[in-house]
């Protein structure tokens, strides 16, 4: 079993920055592909940032050039930097990691951006 936790969701105003970290325990025994996803108030689920294994990234392109995705192989840890933030990204981002077939979720963490 895995485990991921999420840190580093607030409170900000437009055009502020973020830092989200996520951790992930457990069976972890190799590199495997990493993201970041959010629910915004329409409740779908979208792709806002994954790294893969051989480190390539991949962003929604409402974030390209505000978001940077990174991770620490050592630490099976992922990173949000998350600048010029608007009242669009206002949802609870949550973080994955796919081991083989299976795929597992952290709890969440609230991101509010005010006007």
């Known amino acids: 079993q895995v485990q991921l936790v999420e840190s580093g969701g607030g409170f900000v105003q437009s055009g502020g920055s973020l830092r989200l970290s996520c951790a992930a325990s457990g069976s972890i025994f190799s590199i495997y592909p990493m993201g970041w996803y959010r629910r915004g108030p329409g409740n779908q689920r979208e792709l806002v940032a994954r790294?893969?294994?051989?480190?390539?990234?991949q962003y929604a392109d409402s974030v390209k050039g505000r978001f940077t995705i990174s991770r620490d192989n050592g630490k099976n840890t992922v990173s949000l930097q998350m600048n010029s933030l608007k009242p669009e990204d206002t949802a609870v981002y949550y973080c994955?990691?796919?081991?083989?077939?299976?795929?597992?979720w952290g709890q969440g963490t609230q991101v509010t951006v005010s006007s």
């Open positions: 790294v893969s294994s051989s480190g390539r990234t």
């Open positions: 994955n990691i796919e081991v083989s077939k299976y795929v597992y």
